[in-house]
C-alpha cells in the first residue's frame, strides 16, 4: 500500500465519484422525470457532490505541497495531462457548480442552465480522459496498461453511481424502474473490475526491472484484495437488498453502500500506487 500517497488517493476517488454522480444526476434532469418537489429536493442534496469535489482538490493541493503551485501547473495546458488534468477538472467544477448555483438561486432560464449542466457532463469525461492519460507513462510500466483506464472508469461507475442513487433516495423520487435498473448496471461494472482485477494479477509476475518484479511490490497484496474485492461485494449486496425485498431503497441502507464501496476505493487505489515502479530500477 502507498499510504503516503493519500492526498493523491482521495483526489482520485473522490473526483471520480462526483463525476460518475454527476453524469447519472445529469442524465436523470436532462429526460426531465423528476416531479417539481423531487427536482428542487435532488438539487438541495447535489451540495454533496460538491463537498466531495471540493474535499478531492483540497487533498490535492496537498500533493503540490502548497496551494498556489496548481496556479503553476496550469502553465502547460495542452500539452502536459498534468495540467490537462487540473484544467479539466476545475472547468468541470466551474459549470457544474455554476449549474447548480443557478438552480438553488432560481436565476438565469431554463436554456442557459441546461446548457451549463450538459457542458459540466463533457467537461467531466474529458476530465476522466486526463486523469487517465496522465497515469499512463512509459516509465511506469505497472500503469502503462489497459487495467489502468479500466479500473479509473470502473470506480467512476461504482462509486459514482451509488453516490448518486444515494442522492435520488433522499430526494424521494418516484422513478421505481431506476431503483431497480441501477444495482444491475453496478453489478456489470464490479463483474469488470473482477475480471480486470484476476488478469491484471497474473500479468503482474511478468513486469520485473534489474532490482524487482511487479508482484513483490506489496507483500501483503493478497489479504489487501480480500479486503477490496469483499468491501465491494458487500457494497453489492446491499445495495440489491431493497431489490430483493421488492421495496423502494431508504438513505440508511445506500448510506451503507456508498460506506463500503468508499473503503473498498480508497483500498484499491492505494494498492494502484504501491504498485508504483520505473523501468530500468
Not at 500517497?5 to 422525470?33: D, H, S
Not at 442557459?112 to 467531466?124: D, F, I, S, W, Y
Not at 464501496?261 to 508504483?276: A, Q, T, W
Amino acid at each position: 500500500m502507498a499510504w503516503h500517497e493519500w492526498p493523491l488517493i482521495l483526489f482520485t476517488v473522490l473526483a471520480q465519484t462526483a463525476v460518475g454522480a454527476y453524469l447519472l444526476l445529469g442524465g436523470v434532469i436532462l429526460k426531465g422525470k423528476l416531479c417539481v418537489g423531487a427536482n428542487y429536493r435532488l438539487h438541495q442534496a447535489m451540495f454533496f457532490l460538491w463537498v466531495l469535489m471540493g474535499l478531492g482538490f483540497a487533498a490535492s493541493t496537498m500533493h503540490l505541497g502548497s496551494p498556489l503551485r496548481a496556479f503553476n501547473a496550469l502553465n502547460q495546458v495542452g500539452s502536459s495531462w498534468l495540467s490537462n488534468e487540473i484544467f479539466t477538472g476545475s472547468v468541470f467544477f466551474a459549470l457544474g457548480g455554476g449549474y447548480w448555483l443557478l438552480e438553488m438561486l432560481d436565476k438565469g432560464n431554463e436554456a442557459l442552465r441546461k446548457l451549463l449542466l450538459a457542458a459540466g457532463m463533457l467537461v467531466g469525461i474529458a476530465f476522466m480522459y486526463s486523469m487517465i492519460k496522465l497515469y499512463l507513462l512509459d516509465t511506469v510500466p505497472t500503469w502503462n496498461t489497459v487495467y489502468t483506464p479500466i479500473a479509473f472508469v470502473m470506480t467512476m461507475l461504482t462509486s459514482g453511481l451509488i453516490f448518486g442513487h444515494l442522492l435520488l433516495t433522499g430526494a424521494q423520487h418516484k422513478m421505481a424502474g431506476l431503483d431497480r435498473i441501477l444495482p444491475f448496471v453496478g453489478s456489470l461494472a464490479v463483474a469488470i473490475s473482477l475480471t480486470a482485477l484476476v488478469s491484471q494479477l497474473i500479468g503482474l509476475g511478468d513486469i520485473q526491472t534489474s532490482v524487482t518484479t511487479a508482484s513483490e511490490l506489496i507483500p501483503n497484496m493478497a489479504q489487501l484484495q480480500v479486503i477490496r474485492v469483499g468491501l465491494l461485494l458487500g457494497a453489492l449486496a446491499v445495495w440489491f437488498i431493497p431489490n430483493l425485498m421488492n421495496s423502494r431503497p431508504g438513505v440508511p441502507v445506500m448510506v451503507v453502500s456508498f460506506g463500503l464501496v468508499f473503503l473498498s476505493e480508497l483500498v484499491g487505489r492505494g494498492i494502484f500506487y504501491g504498485l508504483h515502479m520505473t523501468v530500468g530500477i
